[in-house]
């Protein structure tokens, strides 16, 4: 049988860990990449006599993702613990929900060739991050950091929906853009900030039944998600192949060498006697709050997509502006701010976003200029005030170079102002007419593309303050006779 | 001043026949007289003596103090206050100073209740006789062949020794009352969520309550209130508003379950006694009924069952990595954790942990914590109904009297078994007092306990007065 035979079928627990002041169930606070053990307070350290607390922002940031995820939201909420030894979980137990978990159900929709395909999650569950173990900066300790220790994440666990290592990366992008969309997490996977499980399983194309599935543990990139799903698939199905038996098992991914290996430490025979924990009464959320934090949603990356359609905006610029909410909100109100909707996409693609991912990280906040600026940037070229490719070319980078000066000052002071002084731009179409007799022969043989030529002349002569129509215009009479 | 209640203290602190320095000075001398009943794990005796002496000078200077002022208190060893060790009377904790006050003893403290000491307790409070003890047994302040009760034993004696004013236990099923009982003196459980559990090590959570003795009903009562109310650091804590005030006045109703009147291992004298207590009772036109109580046989067992699942969860944490006893043998990761449970916890701390691990485990958990919760449930919603009808339930604390050190030590399950009285407000959640009733023919004191609806902590202090007061 060929690999085109079979089928492979993959679910996902993605852990996201979410951007709350602080931790989940007490006052430390949750940041991440700062010394160690500096965010660790007697709860932290469950020190004996100490209690959690729930932290209700990370319930509205789960009520949040519920809402984007079009989940159904569990309005009690109960938390149990799960039992662990490790030396970076304090209380030798996790704080999780087993029972209860705060989502259940939803989808979303990912890109699929020229459609989509929908992915459906089967709940999504709050918990608290262990720490973390550093065994490698010592040569006979592991060290201990416990500032993760009781971050607040939300396992998003999905239906074995996906069917391709693509589909793979295609969802946890879709997943990762949504997440950061509703301001829950940073949703960054080489920081730790969202991490996940795959399971993978494969069967004959039309079998109905799952085979055995086994889960690659912890993986932190799209990259290294898609090596693991495609390695993982072709060895289930080397087995199958030789007629062996796939043992349902924990796998590790070594992102060097490529390749799943078992764990082996006996992850499924660990008994975590889960049970509810007596610290914690159920946590309720009312209508009301639900209704509150539907009110500050914002307008989702698909929703936003169509406005944009709808408001004649090209359906490949829209995908580029809603990739990240910052974008859509300096858009959104750019759109506000100057009428001519294509002359302000048109400046969003082809200077704001360039210029950011280029000397601003990709970080849309820490973009010098503002909306207002740009607004009036663009007011200049709408009213004839600047010739458009002196503006874009001159003027926009000179405004970068001094963030707070006013565009039209900054024009005026720089003598970019377009000038339609058509006495000097016949004197100028005189003297490149003059200093340029072959391309005029050749011009006025046929050769009529030569305009652009004579057109850049003058305009450079004008210092791109001519308007280069007028240019055009003047030039094919003058030539002419 | 010798067995004066804190309103007398107080009165003789203002007309200055006694300073508060007086006050604590008596104390330390009758710590330092009751040494061999091994009460105290540590005084205070300094920091105390300071803080008495501020006291005296804010008094003499005419400023405000708290309304506790001039009383002394011991705190059983698993109550954390900041500076100070605590060890739950474990070797797993030698050393271990915690880094924070418990709110309910921050709330006497801010009333300006002095602390002298820790006391002894069956370790992380699973006991009945503070016979499990790293520093040794604490016996009986009558009779000290025998036990002190526990698990808050030494809490008991440290109050009927007149070592302090009031002592701070922690009742999850007994643990204040039986004590109390066994040693003559009064003690008081609240609702649970009524006193915030932060900065009391937990045995079982949805049991554990701090309780206070006393020899004094007004000082109980005063001192419970003072702790109770909301804790936003415990979530179980109640938002109910603390009620002072008894709402009932004059004739009350009371039951009690024929089952345990009846029950075989009720000792002749306290059953006579508790008889006559409630003859008495109603001769004084209170109304006294018999109820009907079926469950009683699975009361201990329900409760040993959730106790010890919860206590093999909140005692994972000692584990030798971040604080208190490590082997010194361990030499590997796993090594750690075996060596430093094995070593550091006792005999009977372990036997708990791994009884609470069984029943939570996986093919074993609906047989046993879901059962039990069932039977917790059932026990609620009957205790419910005989409240529909009753002000109070009357019952005694326990079926015998403190017996002989060491006679059950290898028959745990005889000393579960005393547990049948008390553990019924635990596993309810309603308020509980015992109060001593009288003592057998050797001298033994016993109590008689008082329940009734949750949060009536009020009527239940109210009713209690009554009955002693006569």
């Known amino acids: 049988m060929s690999k085109s035979d079979y089928e492979i079928i993959i679910g996902l627990e993605v852990h996201v860990q979410l951007n709350t002041k602080t931790k989940i169930f007490c006052g430390d606070q949750n940041s991440f990449g700062e010394l160690a053990n500096r965010h660790t307070s007697s709860i932290s350290l469950a020190h004996p006599g100490t209690l959690p607390r729930v932290n209700r922002e990370a319930i509205n940031k789960g009520i949040a993702l519920a809402l984007a995820l079009g989940s159904e939201i569990n309005q009690e909420n109960r938390f149990d613990r799960k039992h662990y030894f490790y030396p970076d979980l304090p209380k030798a137990y996790q704080i999780t929900q087993d029972r209860l978990p705060i989502c259940v159900g939803g989808s979303i929709d990912i890109p699929s060739g020229d459609t989509t395909r929908t992915i459906r999650f089967h709940h999504t569950h709050m918990e608290e991050d262990a720490g973390k173990s550093i065994h490698d900066l010592d040569p006979k300790n592991s060290m201990i950091d416990l500032n993760r220790a009781g971050t607040p994440l939300l396992e998003i666990v999905t239906e074995p929906d996906m069917r391709s290592a693509q589909e793979v990366h295609d969802f946890i992008a879709t997943l990762q853009q949504l997440v950061r969309y509703i301001g829950i997490s940073d949703a960054n996977m080489e920081e730790g900030s969202m991490r ?67 764990t082996r430490d006996k992850e499924d025979a660990h008994d975590y006697r889960y049970f509810p924990d007596p610290d914690l009464p159920p946590v309720y959320i009312t209508d009301e709050e639900i209704a509150q934090i539907k009110e500050q949603m914002p307008i989702l990356p698909q929703a936003q997509k169509q406005l944009y359609i709808e408001q004649d905006i090209k359906a490949e610029h829209a995908e580029l502006l809603i990739q990240e909410r910052a974008t859509v909100t300096f858009t959104n109100e750019l759109l506000q701010a100057h009428q001519d909707s294509s002359a302000a996409v048109n400046f969003m693609i082809n200077k704001v976003l360039p210029t950011t991912k280029e000397d601003y990280h990709d970080d849309l906040t820490t973009f010098p200029l503002t909306v207002a600026q740009c607004a009036a940037f663009l007011k200049l070229i709408d009213a004839g005030k600047i010739i458009h490719s002196t503006a874009y070319q001159q003027l926009y980078p000179a405004l970068l170079a001094d963030p707070t000066a006013d565009p039209a000052a900054l024009c005026e002071s720089m003598g970019l102002s377009q000038s339609n002084d058509t006495d000097l731009i016949d004197d100028l179409i005189q003297a490149v007419i003059q200093e340029n007799p072959d391309e005029v022969k050749k011009y006025q043989k046929g050769k009529k593309g030569l305009i652009g030529f004579f057109v850049g002349k003058v305009m450079k002569e004008s210092k791109g303050k001519a308007d280069p129509k007028l240019i055009q215009q003047k030039l094919t009479e003058a030539l002419q006779s | 001043m010798k067995g004066q209640n804190l309103n007398n203290i107080q009165a003789a602190i203002r007309q200055g026949e006694l300073s508060v320095t007086q006050v604590v000075n008596h104390y330390l001398a009758q710590i330092e007289d009751s040494l061999p009943l091994n009460i105290y794990i540590e005084v205070f005796a300094e920091e105390a003596k300071k803080q008495a002496q501020a006291l005296d000078e804010k008094l003499a200077a005419g400023e405000s103090v708290g309304k506790l002022y001039g009383s002394v208190i011991s705190i059983k060893d698993v109550i954390c206050y900041e500076g100070h060790q605590v ?58 062949e025998r036990v002190a009760g526990g698990s808050s034993g030494a809490a008991a004696v440290s109050v009927q020794q007149d070592t302090c004013l009031v002592a701070l236990g922690t009742d999850t099923g007994g643990s204040v009352r039986q004590p109390a009982g066994f040693n003559g003196v009064i003690g008081m459980k609240p609702t649970y969520g009524r006193v915030s559990r932060y900065g009391v090590i937990a045995y079982g959570s949805s049991f554990d309550q701090i309780g206070v003795l006393g020899q004094h009903m007004e000082d109980v009562g005063e001192f419970l209130l003072t702790m109770a109310g909301e804790d936003p ?90 604080y208190g006893y490590r082997s010194e043998a361990a030499d590997s990761i796993k090594n750690v954790y075996q060596k430093t449970r094995s070593e550091g916890f006792g005999s009977e701390v372990k036997r708990r942990i791994m009884l609470g691990t069984f029943v939570l485990s996986s093919g074993y958990y609906d047989a046993y914590y879901t059962k039990a919760q069932k039977v917790r449930r059932l026990v609620t919603e009957a205790i419910h109904e005989i409240f529909e009808n009753h002000d109070f339930l009357i019952l005694p604390t326990t079926p015998n009297v403190a017996w002989k050190i060491g006679a059950h030590q290898d028959d745990p399950v005889e000393v579960y078994l005393s547990d049948i009285y008390t553990v019924i407000a635990n596993l309810t959640g309603i308020p509980a007092i015992s109060l001593p009733l009288a003592t057998d023919a050797d001298g033994n004191p016993f109590g008689i306990q008082l329940m009734s609806k949750k949060f009536s902590e009020a009527e239940l202090i109210a009713v209690s007065e009554m009955l002693i007061s006569t």
């Open chain 2, 233 to 322: 650091m415990d979530c179980t804590s109640s938002s109910q508003p603390v009620k002072t005030e008894s709402s009932s006045q004059g004739q009350v109703s009371f039951a009690y379950i024929d089952e345990v009147m009846n029950h075989e291992k009720l000792h002749g004298a306290i059953a006579t006694s508790s008889h006559a207590l409630m003859d008495r009772l109603e001769s004084e036109g209170h109304a006294v009924s018999k109820v009907q109580f079926p469950l009683l046989k699975y009361l201990v067992p329900a409760y040993y069952v959730l106790t010890t699942a919860e206590a093999s969860s909140n005692l994972g944490r000692y584990d030798g990595i971040r």
């Open chain 1, 196 to 262: 996940c499980d795959c399971n993978v399983s494969v069967r004959l194309k039309g079998d109905t039944q799952l085979n055995n599935r086994c889960e690659v543990k912890n993986i932190n990139s799209k990259k290294f998600a898609m090596q693991a799903v495609a390695y993982e698939a072709q060895r289930q199905i080397k087995l199958m192949e030789q007629g062996e038996h796939i043992d349902q098992q924990t796998l590790h991914f070594d992102s060097e060498t490529g390749r799943t290996s078992s």
């Open chain 2, 87 to 144: 060890t739950a009377a474990s070797k797993i904790l030698e050393g271990f100073t915690s880094q924070f006050t418990a709110t309910a003893l921050q709330r006497l403290l801010d009333e300006d209740a002095i602390v002298i000491g820790r006391t002894n307790c069956d370790e992380f409070a699973m006991g009945s006789a503070n016979e499990n003890s790293v520093y040794g047994v604490t016996p009986n302040g009558v009779n000290s």
